[in-house]
């Protein structure tokens, strides 16, 4: 068994590094009801009238231990494919306008390898695009796990496949280029702003850049998009600590301090498992008030935690901006969806297919194995039993739409 030093945030903005371990153990599970908060619109739904809406969807961490990586090899083809991993989830994306993960390897070539130094066959960036992921955000602690050639060699992989990204940068002028990353959908204008708290080893090298937060850069930032004519502003966030199932305070100091400078929601990746949701009224220093929505930790979209209590899962969040008129946009319909990773054994050899599966879809799948049942029943009961404690407006999806 391992054993991992807690270590404290501190306010401000002190999310404090930790590494992504590789051979975990652990799961997540189910149901829950949400507190309520006075959120004048709480849980709207579309009205049928003119008003422009679009849907997003966020994941948590993509990653690709080293046997994930293996288990991808197919012999017969001699190539590598990770769309088995994706396959279940892509109904769900393909009816959202707008899906994003945490890039959370590089693409730095062979040899490939899994924790602690990330590198990734590029099969893995044609399946995340044709699962449906529209954008990337990459700032986060990997990105410089192959250096300076890995961290130039993923950006220009993201490049060659069309993939917008967000985070990290070639240089200067890259960063005018895609931060904020701009998403123009159905009318709308959406600013989505991407940082990670650090990153593992040496520093990225000139003139790479890397999105390492402060208070300072973030109010820049928020405040220079105020002339840029957006509609709405999120912010995703590499923070917090590693297997911490419930946010900090420097979490939610910094949650606020970007509520209160301009952000509409606040999207949380890294800790490896999930953290409360909250869909609620803000009210600013000056008395105005505003909804806003955040989500600490999505914990772990794809990865090998196998039997890691609480880290073999994770949840996304799906909601909806809808603006009428010239009528700042609101939030709408904050849901969140349990996934949970399936690993059935192979028919030929012992390497392991990985599946990212939606409860909402598998949780009566009599097909799940004994062995894996008890694991995927008690992901859902635990996470289930966290979101109906700490959630605020922000209730499961009960069935598909």
């Not at 390497?351 to 909402?360: H, Q, W």
Request: hydrophobic share 35%; net charge neutral.
């Amino acid at each position: 068994m391992k054993f991992y030093l807690k270590i404290v945030l501190f306010p401000i903005f002190g999310i404090l590094l930790s590494q992504c371990n590789t051979n975990g153990q652990s799961i997540d599970n189910h149901n829950i009801k949400s507190k309520k908060d006075t959120v004048s619109t709480q849980l709207k739904t579309e009205k049928s009238d003119d008003a422009k809406v679009v849907s997003f969807i966020f994941t948590g961490d993509i990653m690709q231990h080293e046997l994930q990586v293996k288990s991808a090899y197919y012999e017969d083809k001699k190539a590598y494919d990770f769309h088995s991993q994706f396959e279940k989830v892509k109904p769900i994306f393909d009816t959202t306008d707008v899906v994003v993960g945490n890039f959370e390897v590089t693409l730095g070539g062979p040899p490939y390898s899994g924790y602690p130094s990330f590198s990734t066959p590029d099969a893995l960036l044609y399946a995340v695009k044709d699962a449906g992921f529209k954008y990337l955000g990459f700032a986060n602690n990997h990105v410089y796990d192959k250096g300076k050639k890995g961290f130039e060699r993923t950006l220009n992989m993201f490049d060659s496949l069309d993939m917008p990204y967000t985070g990290g940068f070639l240089n200067a002028a890259d960063k005018a280029k895609r931060h904020p990353l701009v998403i123009e959908e159905n009318g709308m204008r959406i600013a989505l702003f991407n940082y990670t708290y650090g990153v593992n080893g040496n520093m990225t090298e000139a003139p790479n850049l890397l999105n390492i937060y402060n208070k300072d850069m973030i109010l820049k930032d928020l405040k220079q998009s105020e002339t840029e004519n957006f509609d709405a502003r999120i912010i995703y966030f590499h923070w917090g600590t590693e297997y911490e199932r419930v946010q900090l305070p420097a979490q939610t100091e910094l949650a606020n301090f970007c509520f209160e400078n301009g952000a509409d929601v606040v999207i949380g990746a890294h800790p490896h498992v999930i953290e409360p949701m909250e869909y609620k009224t803000f009210t600013k220093a000056d008395g105005s008030k505003k909804q806003v929505l955040v989500a600490y930790s999505l914990g772990n979209f794809v990865s090998n935690y196998a039997t890691w209590r609480y880290a073999d899962g994770g949840a996304m969040i799906s909601f909806k901006f809808r603006k009428e008129a010239d009528k700042p946009p609101e939030i709408i319909q904050p849901e969140y969806h349990l996934i949970w990773v399936y690993r059935p054994i192979r028919a030929a050899g012992d390497l392991r297919r990985y599946s990212v599966l939606p409860v909402v879809d598998f949780e009566h799948d009599t097909k799940i194995t004994d062995e894996h049942r008890r694991l995927f029943d008690r992901f859902i009961t635990d996470s289930r039993e966290l979101y109906n404690k700490h959630n605020v407006n922000v209730p499961e999806v009960k069935k598909r739409k």
